[in-house]
């Protein structure tokens, strides 16, 4: 599965995606893979600048089902959307951008051998380095188990946060692995969404990531 991404000038990013830019970007839609049963629609929209990468994440919800409010918890056992970007297919080193309903965060460098893998936390993670996030809720309060219709999240990784990694940063004709996620814990077992559906509940497969081509 691939995906062109446009390049567009920087911008701030709010949680609810009403920036001019996104206005011409398509949805794409993430499929729901794995044992869960929620139907809740979730689509997504990125983008890319000079200095980054920008995603959009829209889910449909009930209950924000999430308590954690420290970033780098374990937010993915709860409510959260994941991205996964593998610029250099010659390195099993990839990316992983976590963001709860709640705005809290979880960025990590994974260092997958086979399966057998684990996450680093980014060092000197500030000024230019840092993602700049946020998370918007339609129809309830942005609470732990706020009853809501829906909430979105919005960030921008820069590409300076992965210095050292191949491929980085792209240039027009670049192609990077990528896949984008979420999971909603409403229910059990949880339900999980995929962009690129070829992984199906276990999002470390990354030999079966999507592409995002850089325009």
Same mark, same amino acid.
């Given at each position: *599965? !691939?995906?062109k991404?446009?390049?567009? !000038?920087d911008?701030?990013?709010? %949680?609810d995606?009403?920036?001019a ?7 794409e839609?993430?499929v729901?893979?794995?044992?869960g049963?929620?139907?809740w629609?979730?689509?997504t929209?990125? *983008? +890319?600048s ?6 959009l994440? =829209?889910?449909? =919800?009930?209950?924000l089902t999430?308590? *954690?409010?420290?970033?780098? =918890?374990?937010?993915?056992?709860e =409510?959260?959307v994941?991205?996964?970007l ?16 709640? !705005? ?9 051998? &086979?399966?057998?893998?684990?996450? +680093? ?8 380095r840092?993602?700049r996030?946020?998370?918007a809720?339609? %129809?309830g ?10 909430w ?6 820069p590409?300076?946060?992965?210095t %050292? *990694?191949?491929?980085? @940063?792209?240039? @027009? &004709? ?8 979420r ?19 276990n ?8 592409t995002?081509?850089?325009?």
């Amino acid at each position: *599965m !691939d995906l062109k991404i446009r390049q567009v !000038d920087d911008f701030e990013v709010t %949680g609810d995606g009403t920036a001019a830019a996104w206005r011409d970007i398509a949805w794409e839609p993430l499929v729901r893979v794995g044992e869960g049963k929620s139907q809740w629609a979730t689509k997504t929209k990125v *983008m +890319w600048s000079a200095t980054g990468l920008y995603f959009l994440v =829209d889910c449909e =919800d009930q209950k924000l089902t999430c308590t *954690m409010t420290q970033d780098g =918890d374990d937010i993915f056992r709860e =409510d959260v959307v994941e991205i996964f970007l593998w610029p250099d297919e010659g390195q099993p080193i990839y990316f992983e951008y976590e963001l709860s309903p709640l !705005d809290v965060e979880l960025p990590i460098l994974v260092s997958n051998n &086979g399966g057998d893998f684990y996450g +680093w936390l980014p060092w000197h993670y500030v000024g230019p380095r840092r993602v700049r996030h946020a998370t918007a809720t339609r %129809g309830g309060p942005k609470a732990s188990g706020g009853e809501v219709t829906g909430w979105s999240a919005e960030f921008f990784i820069p590409f300076t946060l992965l210095t %050292g *990694m191949g491929n980085t @940063p792209p240039q @027009p &004709g670049s192609r990077w692995r990528a896949n984008i996620y979420r999971i909603d814990y409403d229910a059990q077992p949880c339900s999980h969404w995929a962009w690129c559906p070829d992984t199906g509940a276990n999002f470390h497969k990354f030999r079966e990531f999507g592409t995002l081509q850089f325009e």
